[in-house]
């Protein structure tokens, strides 16, 4: 047995909420008292009120004592999305960090838990280490969660995969309603540095072998992500292939495209200034802007002279696609399992920790995951781009996407065209 | 038995699709199936390719021969969303209707079945009359079909219940994700002429008692609709109110908001001048732009002399609401049922009629709705408005709208917070 701390334990949940990250809440607290708290090492259990924001405040007036709650609740809670406890988008920095401590001591925290995405683990890392360095003993863990897919040494994160299924299904109705009406429909999508989640509206077509030219693919007929440097002529002159042929075009782009210098296209197609953020990046989502300049774009461009303009419709798919309340399956018991997974590990004796999911069997043997551990810092701060094997081209994504992506997003419709 | 008429059917699917029009499609197909066409009197049926474009095209050139379509593949098109047969935005004047009436007896057509909204009742009532007018025996019938809930005579229409549970789960979630992170939440929603749409964002939070103010009410605080004038200064203190005491505020709006003189608020805000339609509207869906204006009347209001801007977004519900591939189980049924009973009629030797939805049973006891028929006249070309005694106040709806609406959407999950 190792020589395990006694004291308490604190939860918190970071940055953009998923429909799943309460699932992980739920798992922390599961295995906090099938472990520790049945040991007798843990005493309470404790929630952050918006993440660590809540355990800087005074005392213990941010925190949420979760010790008590009964296993339906818990449940109940489990279930819902975004998350429970609050959130935060405050980034700590060293000296937020030493208060983030002293909220530990003051409230006699020795296992501190946060939910979150890479930032959230460069947090856990910082205070792991000035406990340390201060002689406070104190045990860190990471908990993955981000739609955006962009963790390092994780096979994919919590949340991921149930944003990929709204994506899919939404792109599935919006491929037959584009083919009603007929014209060209830009959809913008989630994901400021990576480009999974708008590479997943690919799942919508099916699979597809790699190859065909854009106007030749089942709709999404063109897809961009942040990896391809985005060329706005070339993205015109594809729109225009696809729509010559077909009088239609659904077109699947991420909100953080950029040029070949790496300046995202969004803030330039934008009226006026952007919304900076604390990150100081300019405000992407809640706003149809670049949805909106696309299609501006699109429309000046296709409009033939005298003629008619072509009909040009841009949704931008918000905050929807993360806290939809029909989360995947594969999703929902993942994101259960790395809570439940780093209380484990407090409980066998490790000091930190960011738990990461790895595949061990996908299609056509049954898919299979599994918990396993990196080192803080080979998380924290890093980000995860989609892969080259995973790109086709410069306007779609490849197969091999479809075969890593698919089994994540649990069943799709069998729609029927005539 | 009536004098029935031989010959040919045609069906046509007009407007924007819904999640469930192909369900009223396979309706009426079925009905001619196990009617007239058991019956010898009806031989082929027809499906026209984008509404009655296609029937206007040389030939049979824009039809398609449904007479062969096996069950299996039908049941298939009946779960997917979006016209099958594609559609059209066209709004058939006298003249276009000649060639329509001229398509009909090209192609031995008896049988004329239009799925749409009230410009689809009008194609019908106007193309009776010339038939009649010219001697030439054509039964006409209009299904009904509309997102909106925007036909006269009808208690609600199919295509409606499902786009309301897109806007209940959506604003579910989006109550969550607000109080996660907190600010201003601004929701735009489908409906330019009728706030049905917008006012089914309430059924995200129960039945509530009315007469709350919107900082006690829970979200969504505000819902603004195209039948309440839209008071800029009303609308920004009502935001102020509900942020000041809760540090968020979840709003709904219908995109056809409107001032005390009857002028929309969506072209108003935007940016130059918006894409004008074949019916004389701009352009409200499939852009941000009322959304984004909304959001930066809020900012610049709520931003404090000198200070920090509140959070602001904006997300604008797109065709995702009208084309979400899990439509309500009621609407599904019901979709069928009045294409089924527009095929019922004719084989009863009606010789026009709209089909209407009549609600016969409400809870505590089990809902149930039946068909019935109206005139064509009573419903073409008029709107239908979400009347009085479903309104509360300025800024919100009443609980009689949920008893109306809450038994057409279907199940919705139980949340829970902390």
Redesign the interface.
């Known amino acids: 047995m190792p020589d395990l701390l006694s004291g308490n334990a604190v939860i918190g949940?970071s940055g953009?909420?998923t429909?799943v990250i309460n699932q992980s809440l739920a798992g922390v607290v599961e295995g906090l008292r099938t472990g520790l708290v049945a040991s007798g090492k843990v005493g309470r259990i404790f929630?952050m009120r918006h993440g660590v924001r809540g355990l800087v405040k005074p005392g213990a007036d941010g925190l949420?004592d979760?010790s008590q709650?009964d296993k339906a609740?818990l449940e109940?809670?489990a279930?819902?999305?975004?998350?429970?406890?609050?959130?935060?988008?405050d980034k700590p920095d060293e000296a937020y960090c030493e208060k983030i401590l002293a909220g530990c001591r003051r409230n006699d925290i020795r296992y501190f838990f946060y939910i979150g995405g890479n930032d959230s683990a460069d947090t856990c890392r910082i205070v792991s280490e000035k406990a340390h360095a201060a002689g406070y003993e104190l045990r860190c863990f990471h908990v993955p969660k981000t739609i955006d897919n962009d963790l390092l040494e994780n096979d994919h994160t919590p949340g991921f995969p149930s944003a990929a299924r709204y994506v899919s299904?939404?792109l599935?109705?919006?491929a037959?309603?584009n083919?009603?009406?007929g014209g060209i429909?830009i959809n913008v999508i989630m994901g400021r540095n990576a480009g999974f989640l708008a590479a997943a509206a690919s799942l919508a077509r099916g699979r597809a072998p790699d190859g065909a030219a854009p106007q030749d693919r089942p709709p999404p007929h063109l897809i961009y992500l942040p990896e391809v440097p985005f060329s706005t002529d070339a993205f015109l002159a594809d729109v225009e292939a696809v729509y010559a042929k077909l009088g239609r075009c659904q077109i699947a782009v991420s909100e953080g495209i950029r040029d070949s210098a790496g300046a995202e296209i969004g803030p330039k197609l934008m009226?006026g200034v952007g919304?900076v953020d604390a990150h100081g990046n300019v405000q992407l989502?809640?706003?149809?802007?670049l949805?909106?300049g696309l299609?501006d774009l699109v429309?000046t461009a296709l409009t033939p002279k005298g003629g008619k303009?072509p009909r040009?419709?841009?949704?931008?798919?918000?905050?929807?696609q993360?806290?939809?309340?029909?989360p995947s399956p594969v999703d929902t018991e993942e994101a259960r399992a790395v809570g439940r997974y780093a209380a484990e590990l407090a409980a066998g004796g490790e000091t930190s920790a960011s738990v990461i999911i790895l595949r061990t069997s996908n299609p056509p043997d049954a898919y299979r995951s599994e918990c396993g551990r990196a080192k803080l810092a080979s998380v924290a701060r890093r980000t995860r781009h989609v892969p080259a094997e995973f790109i086709a081209g410069s306007n779609d994504v490849s197969a091999a996407f479809h075969d890593y992506c698919r089994p994540l997003v649990g069943d799709l419709?069998?729609?029927?065209?005539?």
Do not use: N
Not at 79 to 89: D, E, F, K, Y
Not at 312 to 320: E, L, S
Not at 322 to 326: A, E, F, S, V
């Open positions: 949940q953009g909420p429909a929630g949420l979760l709650i609740r109940a809670v279930r819902t999305p975004s998350a429970a406890l609050g959130s935060t988008r299904l939404a599935m109705g919006d037959l309603d083919a009603s009406l429909k009226r919304e989502s809640g706003s149809g802007a949805g909106d299609a429309k303009a040009v419709r841009a949704d931008t798919f918000g905050y929807i993360r806290c939809w309340p029909h419709p069998k729609l029927e065209r005539l």
